[in-house]
Every structure is written in C-alpha cells, then in structure tokens.
C-alpha cells in the first residue's frame, strides 16, 4: 500500500515536471514570440497597477507584432541575467530598452533601432552646482548594473559607481542621501525626477542627455529569421508614423 | 537537588561532521577533501584559462574586503543583541521578557531578505546611515534573535543547582550570573555561535541587493559587462567555499581547545 502512494506520488511528480518543461519550450514557430522585459524602467516598460506589464515599448511591440503577423507574449524578467536568460534559450528576445553596444553585438544579434535616448545624470537638489558627471568626483553615483548608464558612469575616473538590481532602488537611496546621483536613460529620468510626486521636490535633472544610443531588440546570435521578421514589422511601424504617436503618449 | 555532571552538557554542531578531530587521523576527510579541491579546482581554472577566470578573481579581492568586513561588524553587534535578548528571554522581569521575546518572533517570522531590505530603506528614511552600516545593522538585527535563542539555551544548560549554589553563597542575582553562570554558559555556546558565524559570512551575500559592493556584488557586476555568468559564479562559489572551509577549520580547533580546557 505505502509503495504504490510512493509510486503515485512519483507519477504526479514528473507528470509537473513534464508539463512545466513543456510550456517553457512551446512555440518555436514563431507565430508567438516571447520578449523578456524588466518592467522595472518606468514608462518603457513597468507593471501597471493592475499588474499588467505596459509602457511605450509594450505598445510599440504590440504595433510591430500585428504589422508583422505575430503573436507577442511578455515575461517579466529581472535585468541581471536577461542576457544569460536570452543565450540559454528560455525566451526568443529581450525587448527591455536594451542599447546596441558593440560588446552586446558581440554575444547576440539585434534588430534594426527602433527610437534614440541618451544617458542623463540626475542629482538631489542639495547637490549643488553640478553640470556634467565629472563634478561628482570623490562621491557615489547609481545606476542599475548591467546598463549603459553604469558602463558610462565607470568611465568617469573619480566617481564611485553603485550598481543596484532596479533602478527604483538607486533613487530611493539617493532619497535618503546614501548617493549624490544617478545615471540612467533620458525617459527613465524624466518619470523619476518629473513626475513621482515624492521625488520631485528633491530631484533634478542635469543639463542635456550626455550620450546617444539606439534600443534594439535582442536576440539569440544567428536567429535571422526572427530579426527579419522584427525588421518588417519596425519597418511598417515607422512607415505609419505609430512610433511617434506612442512617443506623445508615453514619453514628454 | 541533584547537581548533574557539566561534562556532557554540549550542543552538536552541524558542520562537526566535516571537521577532523585529533582523533580523526585519516588522510582523506572530508574536510580536506572539499578544501583542496576547491582550492584546485580554483588554481586549475585559472591558470589554464586565465581568460576570464583570473580576470574575475582579479576584479574580486575589494570584494571579498567589503564581506569581512559586513560580517565580522554584523557579528559583534548581533552578539550584544543576542546577549541581551537571551537574558531578556530567561528575565523574570516581564517586560524585557516580552520585548526580548516579541523581537525573536518578529524577526522568525520574516524572511531574511525581506528584512534587509526594509531594515535598509526605513533606516534611510529616518536618519542619515551609510550604506555599509545600514547594511550591517540590517544583518545584525536579524542574527541578534537566532544568537539570542542560542544563548538562551546555553544559559539553561547549565544546572540550576549553581545558581542555587551561588545564591546560597549570598551572591545576588546579578553577580551569580556573572561570575557562575555566563562563564560556564559561554563555553557551551561558543560552538554553536561559530556556526552562525558562517552562516552569517554566507548570507552577508543578501547584502549585495543593496549596492553593497561585497563578493557577490562585485561577481554580478563582472557578468553584467562580459557576460560570463557561468565562469563568474564558478569563481564566486569556490571563494566562498574556500573562505567558509578556513572558517569552520577555525572553529573546529577552538572547539578542539574549549574541550581540552575541561
């Protein structure tokens, strides 16, 4: 009796495992296509109130996803190892405001650029007269690790980088004064520092974007045929002009 | 009232097993073992493939700083805690009975994690720490109440009869726990607290979530720019194994010398 429950128990067991394997690797003929977002990065991409993953590129993938015939699905995903996620094969593409950089062009392939930022530095107000990076030499700037705004921020000799896991987490320190800055994408900055009402008051915004960088998706090297299909569908969006409505909607 | 022989009044340790004793004279233990081969198996990584294994433990050692320096701070301070929330656990004074009790459930009650993190950013909100020492508070509030439990217990492992003994002298209560209890009371627990001492080292790891740039951290931050994920956590791990090997050796000989003292 207590061998055939033990047997049971082992059925159902790999009966879960079975099933949990075979939706992770469903879908491979690219009528759906899986992106992993960090919906940590306000107003790309971020977590709704009703727990929905929305922001401007959402709305824009799902413009390019019905211009080239293809059924999008969205995994929240946490920025540190999205790659490595992406090289293991657990999702077809990472669409989370990710910037072409050569480094990364080395590891994977991208899909053509579909909108322009650039970093930007934003400081308490306490901070003082600061213009560029340069100025906070000798003092502690954030910045989400893995992202562009750390690689630029180590570049500045002088300037101690903090790298945290989201980038919420770096303004909420620079709140409590733990640093003197931080560094992200233009868009990202805006929402922190223009339109959280507890920031606002504390935040400010310095000067232009220092650098500029294209988002593109990424996705695993080799993978031609999804990239050709990505193409088409940024193609059709830009054509129609869809690109610079979302822009109005989400962006200031 | 019987007073029962103090000699066999000692709580197992869970890495014992691992740890040679004198007695232990084989070659092949199993904490040689694991140590030289982490400490191998890190030698042969890197200087077969010194790209990227020796550029990862190059980029390490300010790391690997920054978790000593977490833990051995968290340690201290969550031994004065523990010290006052396992005298406060066996007080009759019913008010530092109930505070030292509240805070040991509280903090059983919440993972790790979770406290750090909000031991951090509420810490942040009220007043102006540094991120180390908010990082080592975080860590030490929670180890204050297992450290606490842990002497509570030693506290009570030791007969009453000698509190008896000592009050009978005309000690007063403060002075028998000072004099007679404690002293025998730490020699039961130190053991046990060399075992949360490397607990502690291990989970000082959770500290990396707040930008504290320890061992963990300073691994991540590798494997976000080169994208080596795999050969960065193979270092990662062998150091911490190799850090927590020392450790419990250390601990094993002080055992080794608190039983010899008998």
Not at chain 1, 37 to 53: R, S, Y
Not at chain 1, 164 to 171: C, I, K, R, S, T
Not at chain 1, 207 to 225: C, H, L, R
């Amino acid at each position: 009796m207590k061998k055939l429950r033990m047997l049971t128990l082992l059925a159902a067991a790999s009966a879960f495992v079975v099933a949990i394997s075979s939706t992770a690797f469903a879908g491979k003929d690219l009528k759906t296509v899986t992106f992993a977002t960090d919906a940590t990065w306000p107003p790309m991409e971020m977590v709704d109130a009703n727990k929905n993953i929305v922001g401007f590129e959402i709305d824009l993938m799902n413009e390019i996803a019905k211009a080239a015939g293809f059924t999008p699905v969205y995994k929240n995903t946490a920025w540190d190892g999205i790659f490595a996620g992406l090289a293991a094969g657990r999702y077809d593409a990472v669409l989370s405001s990710v910037t072409i950089t050569d480094e990364r062009k080395k590891q994977f392939d991208f899909s053509d650029p579909y909108i322009s930022v650039g970093q930007i530095l934003v400081v308490s107000k306490s901070a003082g007269n600061v213009k560029v990076l340069a100025d906070l030499k000798g003092k502690k700037v954030g910045a989400q690790i893995g992202t562009t705004g750390a690689f630029e921020t180590k570049k500045v000799a002088g300037v101690e980088l903090k790298t945290y896991d989201e980038v919420g987490l770096a303004f909420e320190d620079m709140a409590a004064g733990r640093i003197s800055g931080v560094v992200c994408d233009e868009p990202t900055a805006a929402h922190y520092a223009l339109q959280r009402q507890e920031y606002k008051a504390k935040f400010k915004i310095v000067g232009k974007s220092f650098t500029s960088e294209s988002y593109g998706i990424a996705v695993q090297k080799g993978n031609k045929e999804l990239v050709a299909l990505l193409n088409k569908g940024i193609k059709a969006v830009k054509a129609k002009k869809i690109d610079e409505k979302l822009k109005k909607k989400w962006l200031r | 009232m019987m007073i029962t022989d103090n000699d066999n009044k000692t709580i197992e340790v869970g890495d014992g097993a691992a740890i040679p004793t004198k007695a232990d004279a084989g070659l092949f233990t199993a904490w040689r073992i694991s140590f030289l081969g982490a400490v191998g198996a890190l030698a042969y990584l890197v200087i077969a493939k010194p790209d990227p294994y020796l550029n990862i433990l190059k980029f390490v050692p300010d790391g690997i700083v920054v978790t000593f320096k977490v833990t051995i701070g968290a340690i201290l301070l969550s031994l004065l805690l523990g010290l006052l929330t396992g005298l406060g656990r066996i007080s009759g004074n019913r008010f530092f009975n109930g505070i030292a009790s509240v805070y040991v459930e509280v903090i059983r009650g919440i993972p790790l994690l979770v406290q750090i993190f909000y031991i951090y950013y509420a810490l942040g909100r009220v007043v102006h720490v540094p991120d180390m020492l908010s990082a080592i508070i975080a860590m030490a509030v929670c180890y204050g109440a297992y450290m606490g439990e842990v002497i509570r217990a030693g506290i009570q492992s030791i007969p009453k009869g000698q509190m008896e003994a000592a009050l009978s002298l005309g000690m007063t209560r403060t002075q028998a726990m000072g004099h007679v209890i404690l002293p025998q009371a730490i020699k039961v627990v130190l053991p046990p607290i060399g075992n949360e001492f490397i607990a502690l080292l291990k989970d000082s790891s959770l500290v990396s979530i707040l930008a504290v740039s320890d061992l963990l951290r300073r691994g991540r931050e590798y494997a976000s720019e080169s994208f080596a994920y795999f050969e960065t956590y193979t270092i990662i791990a062998l150091v911490y194994l190799i850090i927590t090997l020392i450790l419990s050796k250390l601990i094993g000989l002080m055992e080794e010398r608190i039983n010899a003292n008998r």
